[in-house]
Structure formats: structure tokens, C-alpha cells
Nanobody
């Protein structure tokens, strides 16, 4: 299982970014996928998760209404569309996979990507 996150960068407050996570392995179409983030000096925290079909999603309260998680099973890719970005969204964003959304939100995922840095600053 390999997860490759990309799409991070520097953006001004109020701006948007879309993160992508490309997965290798036959697990992708049957597993839930998710995103976590870790800001400097803070613990890693849950951001969003999506089930295998894309029909069920879960978000942290801090990003609800601003971030959207989606997936393309044909491309083995999960996305995180981030709008109305705030300085407090600055962090390294990691993608992860697990058998269920609950496993992901509980932080019990076994597989993690390498992370992509998002910096929100003017």
C-alpha cells in the first residue's frame, strides 16, 4: 500500500487549494479514505473521511462547510477541496486509508502517505 499526497502550497487567507492522494494497490475501491493534518507543535488531527462508495463522508467541525472530500475509484485517487482557507489551516496534510470511516476517524489507520504542506498566509 502506497499513498502519495500532492497539491500543497502557499495560499492567501480566503483562497482555495485542492489536495490529491494517489493510492497504489487493489484495496482502494473497497477501503475508506481520509485526511489528517498536523500543525507545528500540535498533534495530528482528523480532517475528513469518505467511505468506499463516496456516499458517506465525515468532517471535523473546524472544516465543515469549507472542505470537501471526494474520490475517483477509477483513478485510485482521493481529493480534498479546501475553500475559504484560514491561517489556522496551516499544516502538513496526510492521507490515510482504513477498512471503515470509524477506523480512520479514531486514528487507527495502518497506512499513511508522506504528507503535503499547506501554508495559509498573506
Amino acid at each position: 500500500v502506497q499513498l502519495q499526497a500532492s497539491g500543497g502550497g502557499l495560499v492567501q487567507p480566503g483562497g482555495s487549494l485542492r489536495l490529491s492522494c494517489a493510492a497504489s494497490g487493489s484495496f482502494f475501491s473497497i477501503n475508506s479514505m481520509g485526511w489528517f493534518r498536523q500543525a507545528p507543535g500540535k498533534e495530528r488531527e482528523f480532517v475528513a473521511a469518505i467511505d468506499w462508495s463516496g456516499s458517506t463522508t465525515n468532517y471535523a467541525d473546524s472544516v465543515k462547510g469549507r472542505f470537501t472530500i471526494s474520490r475517483d475509484n477509477a483513478r485510485n485517487t482521493v481529493y480534498l477541496q479546501m475553500n475559504s482557507l484560514k491561517p489556522e489551516d496551516t499544516a502538513v496534510y496526510y492521507c490515510t486509508t482504513g477498512a471503515t470511516i470509524r477506523i480512520i476517524t479514531d486514528g487507527r489507520s495502518a497506512y499513511w502517505g508522506q504528507g503535503t504542506l499547506v501554508t495559509v498566509s498573506s
